[in-house]
């Protein structure tokens, strides 16, 4: 079984940044489509950036231009890199398998955007 470790969160101003990484056990990693997702209080968890087996993104429009997504399939991490940052952009984040069957849920990484 695939576990998922996210880390990578903390509190920052608006306008700053941050980098979340995401480690995956298993050696089969590679082959998922993976994503961050994010959950704000009182709302759905949302997918917010994916990125395909060899690369290729593909991020929601309420990020476009501030996210960006990447993975590194020999360490089996996915990683995000957030700029720009909003004070709606505070959630807990977590990464995933973008299709189905999803993995089990990590503990996820805290983001919180406030001056």
């Known amino acids: 079984q695939v576990q998922l470790v996210e880390s990578g969160g903390g509190l920052v101003q608006p306008g700053g940044s941050l980098r979340l990484s995401c480690a995956a056990s298993?050696?089969?990693?590679?082959?998922?489509?993976m994503g961050w997702y994010r959950q704000a209080p009182g709302k759905q968890r949302e997918l917010v950036a994916r990125i395909t087996t060899d690369g290729i993104t593909n991020r929601a429009d309420s990020v476009k231009g501030r996210f960006t997504i990447s993975r590194d399939n020999a360490k089996n991490m996915v990683y995000l890199q957030m700029n720009s940052l909003k004070p709606e952009d505070t959630a807990v984040y977590y990464c995933?398998?973008?299709?189905?069957?999803?993995?089990?849920w990590g503990q996820g990484t805290q983001v919180t955007v406030s001056s």
């Open positions: 298993g050696s089969i990693f590679s082959f998922y489509v």
């Open positions: 995933n398998k973008v299709t189905p069957p999803l993995l089990s």
